[in-house]
């Protein structure tokens, strides 16, 4: 089995970059990418990983968008290569964008009677790059909610009144900057934006004439319904099916490891079908 979705402390996960590797080869997964939120910072020390640990480790990233005023994630796979200056230019100014979101979060926080330091995000953090998920393990820790899940519920979800909007690219813009880093688009978990079946066709097709190459089919909070409209998507616009977990570590504690939809593994075969995508995409280049 594989995953091709995972975060650490570079972006909004607990473990590092080392530590899944560690857990994917312990777990016997042939394959694990990491996908970090608008950084490639971590992709180095993962790939040293997984050379000395003999599991393949795909390099690439996961970046916010908005198209026709509907939010969601896109996946880029580095399998010729790592990004390009500008890509890497264009992520930085998303994580400049992101730190001053939490500070504003945080000031919101403090409004409502909860302040918090930056020492105590640090710590929730582990010293790693701070997301959401560490501003409500830092609320948790200072007894102003029971749970993560609580946080998100009453503060930090769309919303809730510490909520601040994120910076996100435009679809066009970002399949742009993927494809000209030599990386592989796939939509992330399409089964919960926030839209209809038609919104999700339409986005998908889109995409797919821009040059998306596949679409997270098999993900945890995908039933089985939704997986099938995916996999129809998929062979509708010529997409590769790919699979998550979207792996947070103690961030996400029902994310597994290699676990996709149902409970089951991602087969393997995704990781090979978008191989054949992108020797096909190396041999129009040359």
Known sequence: MIDLHTHTTFSDGSQTPTQVVEEAAALGLAAVAITDHDTVDGLEEALEAGERLGIEVVPGVEINLEHDRVTMDMLGYFLAGMPTDELQEELAEL??????RNARMVERLAELGMPLDPADLEAAAENGAVGRPHIGEAMMRRGYVSSISEAFELYLRRGAPAWVDRRRLALGHALKLLRGSGALPVLAHPGIIRTDPSGLNHIVRDAAREGMAGIECYYPLHDEETVARCLGMARKYALVPTGGSDYHGTVKPKARLGV???????????????????????????
């Open 95 to 100: 994580r400049v964008y992101r730190t001053e």
């Open 260 to 286: 996709g939809s149902g409970g089951d593994a991602v087969p393997d075969r995704v990781l090979t079908d978008l191989r054949c995508v992108a020797e096909d995409q190396l041999q129009r280049l040359r």
